[in-house]
């Protein structure tokens, strides 16, 4: 009874045309995000075992991606972090767009929607706030400035056909805007405060076609709009657990090996005879395949392990990935503190 018990509690399992232990509402499966949720188990939250269960492993970390396990949380706590690195990290991204010329094929809106989705790289610390109804202050923004114009190749070949050669600024890229600081804000490093990438295609122009505007960057959160999320991508997936319960030797074994991506199960000899042995978990999608093979299914049992999350982390560039889970981090300390403080709040004003 007890390890049908402690099955439920951390594990999610995976069977050809079902999948069991997820939720309350099916009763074949449980919620375990509870206390008092199994008969005679004491699922009380204690600090002391949060502590010493609570892990974070770090597998693979550079400015624009992030992967790590997080090991002993609920999924309520894990959802909370990605829904937070989606919406609620702040950036700074293009939020006024002044034209005072533009006579390219693409339309006003249209131009000033696509310099939006550019990201900025600029540490959003450094600005304050910009609220609905402000005026951008040299403490709230910060602006570009993008003046180009397409004029034909003297020097190009007579047999040229290639627009890059015909013509001078036919493409029009992140390359071309410039920073337009002011005296207050010289003290900013301007290489801190530029487009991620200096290749991203704004507009092409020919000959006697011209763009000459300017761009208020402001602060923002991507639950404002998606321009300020930092994130291209923030998910997480339970991670896999295979158990195979038996040997399986030879040709059963490539078999096997075949019904997961490669590297999940390895091959190697055991007192000469090839054996499958599960190699890197990680890497299985659970397609569930190896449970479509009527002989190999009464072998393995697949199953998710329920409180260990595998995070990936991609950034657009404007704040590297780690950042963004720290301030994630703070963004959900901070608002535990606010919750603890309106219950205080509602506590004295009842006894009073």
């Known amino acids: 009874?007890?390890?049908?018990?402690?099955?439920?509690?951390?594990?999610?399992?995976?069977?050809?045309?079902?999948?069991?232990?997820?939720?309350?509402?099916?009763?074949?499966?449980?919620?375990?995000?509870?206390?008092?949720?199994?008969h005679d188990y004491?699922?009380?939250?204690?600090?002391?075992?949060?502590?010493?269960?609570?892990?974070?492993?770090i597998m693979k970390v550079d400015d624009e991606e992030i992967e790590f396990d997080m090991i002993g949380i609920d999924a309520s706590i894990a959802n909370a972090y990605r829904r937070i690195m989606l919406s609620e990290v702040?950036?700074?991204?293009?939020?006024?767009?002044?034209?005072?010329?533009?006579?390219?094929?693409?339309?006003?809106?249209?131009?000033?929607?696509?310099?939006?989705?550019?990201?900025?790289?600029?540490?959003?610390?450094?600005?304050?706030?910009?609220?609905?109804?402000?005026?951008?202050?040299?403490?709230?923004?910060?602006t570009f400035k993008l003046q180009i114009k397409c004029s034909k190749n003297r020097s190009a070949p007579?047999?040229?056909?290639?627009?890059?050669?015909?013509?001078?600024?036919?493409?029009?890229?992140?390359?071309?805007l410039k920073l337009k600081l002011t005296e207050a804000q010289e003290k900013l490093p301007e290489n801190n405060v530029r487009p991620v990438h200096e290749d991203i295609l704004i507009a092409k122009?020919?000959?006697?076609?011209?763009?000459?505007?300017?761009?208020?960057?402001?602060?923002?959160?991507?639950?404002d709009h998606a321009k300020f999320s930092p994130v291209a991508t923030a998910s997480y997936?339970?991670?896999?657990?295979?158990?195979?319960?038996?040997?399986?030797?030879?040709?059963?074994?490539?078999?096997?090996?075949?019904?997961?991506?490669?590297?999940?199960i390895g091959i190697k000899e055991i007192k000469g005879i090839k054996t499958a042995y599960v190699d890197k978990v990680r890497l299985d999608t659970c397609s569930r395949q190896v449970l479509r093979d009527p002989e190999l299914k009464e072998y393995v049992t697949l199953n998710k392990i329920r409180d260990h999350f595998i995070f990936c982390i991609e950034s657009t560039g404007a704040i590297s990935a780690a950042d963004i889970f720290r301030e994630s981090i703070r963004i959900l300390k901070q608002k535990?503190?606010?919750?603890?403080?309106?219950?205080?709040?509602?506590?004295?004003?009842?006894d009073n």
């Not at 004491?42 to 492993?57: A, C, G, M, Q, T």
């Not at 600024?169 to 390359?175: A, D, E, F, M, Y």
């Not at 535990?336 to 009842?350: A, G, R």
């Open 336 to 350: 535990c503190h606010k919750f603890l403080d309106e219950i205080d709040h509602n506590t004295i004003n009842e």
């Open 42 to 57: 004491d699922d009380s939250w204690n600090l002391e075992n949060f502590k010493k269960d609570f892990k974070i492993k």
């Open 237 to 264: 997936r339970l991670m896999p657990e295979i158990i195979l319960k038996e040997p399986i030797t030879g040709k059963r074994a490539k078999r096997l090996a075949k019904c997961f991506p490669e590297g999940v």
């Open 205 to 223: 122009l020919r000959p006697g076609q011209e763009i000459d505007l300017e761009m208020i960057c402001v602060k923002g959160i991507g639950a």
């Open 90 to 142: 702040p950036t700074i991204a293009i939020e006024k767009v002044i034209i005072y010329n533009n006579t390219s094929i693409i339309q006003d809106e249209v131009l000033a929607h696509r310099l939006g989705l550019i990201p900025i790289a600029a540490n959003p610390k450094l600005f304050e706030d910009f609220k609905q109804g402000d005026n951008p202050t040299n403490k709230n923004s910060i």
């Open 1 to 38: 009874m007890a390890k049908h018990i402690s099955q439920l509690r951390t594990r999610v399992q995976l069977e050809e045309y079902q999948i069991k232990n997820v939720s309350i509402n099916d009763c074949n499966t449980h919620a375990v995000d509870y206390p008092g949720g199994f």
């Open 158 to 176: 007579s047999n040229a056909t290639d627009p890059e050669e015909l013509y001078i600024n036919s493409k029009v890229t992140t390359k071309d």
